[in-house]
């Protein structure tokens, strides 16, 4: 059944928290006193986080399950009973990692998640190995060094200090560290297995996942965003089937022509752009940062102005036009038998990211709708997950924005809505609330993530494991309350 829409009163709560923290008329934050040194250990963690890089996670030849291992030996080593300290495979090179740390029990647990997995990277494709871990330039660079095996190095690393200090919370502290999280239609998602075969091991009152960096431009911090949703994956596959024949004797019927003209009308469709909750929250804050005729074009969109024109400035922008409507887009092509044969197939594949309360029956019709040619045949790959988004948390969003405010003055914290997907929408379809925020800035579009040569700033690298460290300690501590 379709979900209701966001609520009203997320909207309003929202928009009052962020009123309360508006900048000052200076256009800064009231000044805090500097922050004491971060957390000790810093080579203890680069042995943990270069050992985690430079294990191959990749789906095609890496091994979750030595990943997992590695880091299970790392905390154990460090102190923690075998008895908290569990690794669960589904299949061979597929490794999850559970770990509790134990608190008072006077409040309920925080779950700590991570995945382990990376995406592919060919040594001949990259600068570098992508799986030596290089510090080239004040950057560390490889495979997974900010995508996810950043957070996953600092948890584990903050687990066995807080054992080394005898530090005891009020709550439990867990850590899941999951395979197979870059994988959409994996059977081995490590978190899903956790929820669905052993819920009692990582249930939470919320968690804490990626999917909510810091942006830099031109090296300066310009924003923090808090995770609170993300849009729903869903693919389609495209196939057109013909008798083929001799490409000697071509005839006007031909299936490549047939899917490549339906693509070409496909890729003329443009979903409705809307707001929800957490986009409103967004670019209440956001806008302040664009310049004027962007401006105006969220407040056209605020105001209900739908027409192209009055958002052509903002659909322009990939990552805004992606935070306020539905996209689907054509991400791969098959097609053909031989050089010298018609063809008797032509396949594609088309990826949307719906918005959190888009009805995938809807966006399916609205694909076949475009394609116009009932001869191509559409089918859903894989399921969707729905997941609402979490809940505003004054807990969370207060911790988050006052360690910022030490750490990165001035620099706005923004309720976010993720265009892609993490396995927080597991977590939240569960009905654990789940904020993605990780403390680490990167300039837009030149981390490589998923792509080349994947790099994070050393010096931020070493400030998002500050921030995090500061953030889980409060949120573990005696006086935290979660849940709105």
Not at 457 to 465: P, Y
Request: glycine letters at 8%; aromatic letters at 6%.
């Amino acid at each position: 059944m379709p979900r209701a829409p966001l609520s009203v009163l997320l909207i309003v709560a929202m928009a009052m928290w962020l009123a309360s923290r508006l900048p000052n008329s200076d256009g800064g934050v009231p000044a805090h006193q500097a922050l004491d040194g971060g957390p000790s250990g810093e080579a203890s963690f680069r042995a943990i986080y270069k050992e985690l890089v430079e294990i191959n996670t990749t789906e095609s030849s890496g091994d979750t399950l030595k990943a997992a291992r590695a880091m299970e030996g790392r905390l154990l080593a460090g102190g923690l009973p075998k008895a908290d300290v569990q690794v669960l495979s589904t299949a061979p090179r597929k490794g999850n990692l559970v770990v509790r740390f134990r608190g008072t029990g006077a409040q309920r647990p925080m779950l700590l998640a991570a995945h382990i997995d990376v995406v592919e990277a060919r040594r001949e494709d990259w600068e570098l190995d992508p799986f030596v871990l290089q510090e080239v330039g004040g950057y560390f660079r490889g495979r997974g060094v900010l995508d996810n095996k950043a957070m996953a190095a600092i948890f584990v690393d903050m687990l066995i200090r807080m054992k080394r200090e005898g530090w005891r919370p009020a709550r439990d502290i867990i850590l899941a560290l999951t395979s197979d999280e870059e994988l959409a239609a994996s059977p081995h998602n490590g978190m899903r297995f956790l929820i669905e075969r052993h819920r009692a091991l990582v249930d939470a009152e919320f968690a804490i996942n990626e999917g909510g960096s810091g942006v830099l431009r031109d090296g300066k911090p310009v924003r923090l965003n808090l995770q609170l949703a993300e849009k729903v994956y869903l693919s389609f596959r495209l196939e057109v089937k013909d008798a083929g024949g001799h490409s000697a004797t071509p005839r006007r019927e031909n299936a490549i022509y047939r899917l490549a003209e339906g693509l070409v009308r496909l890729s003329k469709l443009e979903f409705p752009p809307r707001l929800n909750a957490v986009t409103s929250a967004y670019f209440a804050r956001a806008a302040t940062l664009e310049p004027p005729e962007v401006q105006a074009a969220i407040k056209a969109l605020e105001a209900g102005n739908i027409r192209p024109e009055a958002l052509a400035k903002l659909s322009a922008r990939p990552n805004y036009n992606a935070l306020v409507r539905t996209t689907c887009v054509a991400t791969m092509l098959e097609a053909g038998h031989a050089e010298n044969a018609l063809p008797q197939s032509a396949r594609a594949t088309v990826n949307c990211r719906l918005l959190p309360d888009e009805r995938a029956d809807a966006v399916e019709a609205a694909v076949k709708n475009a394609l116009a040619d009932e001869r191509i045949k559409v089918s859903p790959l894989g399921m969707t997950v729905e997941s609402p988004a979490s809940p505003l948390s004054p807990a969370v969003l207060e911790s988050v924005e006052q360690i910022s405010a030490l750490m990165w003055p001035g620099v706005p914290v923004i309720p976010t809505q993720s265009s892609g997907y993490t396995d927080s929408r597991w977590l939240r379809r569960a009905g654990i609330p789940t904020y993605g925020i990780s403390g680490i800035f990167s300039e837009e579009g030149k981390s490589g993530v998923h792509g080349l040569n994947e790099q994070v700033g050393v010096s931020e690298l070493l400030a998002g494991r500050e921030f995090l460290d500061r953030l889980v300690r409060r949120l573990a501590g005696p006086t935290s309350q979660i849940t709105p």
